[in-house]
């Protein structure tokens, strides 16, 4: 979709009904909340808050705080705080959205579920995890009430429930969610759909953290092949299964194709990505480690010396992640020097 002429139509179209029925109209609130849509879709999430800002002020105004298009202006508000990263501003809107709806709808409505769900997203972003858990939990009640076991939508639910599970380390009963997300896809879409692939890989991530490796491997490599099949080998969603299963490779000590399928997502992430991206950081980091562990110390440190440039431009000196590649740098520096020019203390005799 032409996203860039999408706006201009949307933007177009605001003047139009401006025009005939000034800034204060339902109407106009629909032309700024569509404009918010194609902003966020090409990710310009500042100009997209703005807009969907403007449509909440029309909107109470028109129909006041406890209306459901108010509460749809709530939660848009909250989605793109939580792009921005306001997370705590993102939990204030998608609250407010979760109390209107309820007021309206009820506990058991769809649009209930979506409110929680969003309110549990934003909990774990803050690492609030026993409150996203339950937030998310209730989510899913109400959306197998509402749609039954075999839906999207409760699929979505157990997929998320699941990445609550796993910051908490409870990885037995995250594994038990994302399978159920992987048995009802399987279900809904067949074996080779994009989002049957999601579910092998985070169950691949779930079975690397609970150090079974093999399994783990087997579940990365299914990702990856549904991936190849609909996004082709230059895809970030490939280079992603690429970077875990080498992931997976460097834990079960088989370096060398660990950093073959490490330099392979490299590639797709700097011909996608670019240089100076954060994945492709990710990336040099990563090789550097295996590339360590194989003795290669001489790549190694470029490498990490490539990841550290790249995180300082982006995130500044003061970063962990920064301050993890300054240390590989320093480290390998020290092996790369021949041992004998290695400062030691004198023995004294």
Known sequence: MDYTAALESHKRALHIRIKQFGEEHPNSAGSYQAIRVTQHSLMDYTAALESAKRALHIRIKQFGEEHPNTADSYHSIGVTQHLLKDYTSALESAKRALHIRIKQFGEEHPNTADSYHNVGATQHSLMHYTAALESKKRALQIRIKQFGEEHPNTTDSYQEIGV????????????????????????????????????????????????????????????????????????????????????????????????????????????????????????YHSIGDTQHLLMDYTAALESHKRAFQIRVKLFGEEHPTTIGSSKSVSYLKLQTIPSSMRSSKCNVM
Do not use: W
């Open 164 to 283: 609550t599970q796993h910051s908490m380390m409870d990885y037995a009963a995250d594994l038990e969610s994302q399978k159920r997300a992987l048995h009802i896809r399987i279900k809904q879409f067949g074996e080779e759909h994009p989002n049957t692939a999601d579910s092998y890989h985070n169950v691949g991530a779930t079975q690397h953290s609970m150090m079974d490796y093999t399994a783990a491997l087997e579940s990365k490599k299914r990702a990856l092949h549904i991936r190849i099949k609909h996004f082709g080998e230059e895809h970030p969603n490939t280079a992603d299964s690429y970077h875990s299963i080498g992931v997976t490779q460097h834990s079960m000590m088989d370096y060398a194709a660990a950093l073959e399928s490490q330099k392979r997502a490299l590639h797709i992430r700097i011909k996608q990505c670019g240089e100076e991206h954060p994945k492709t950081a990710e990336s």
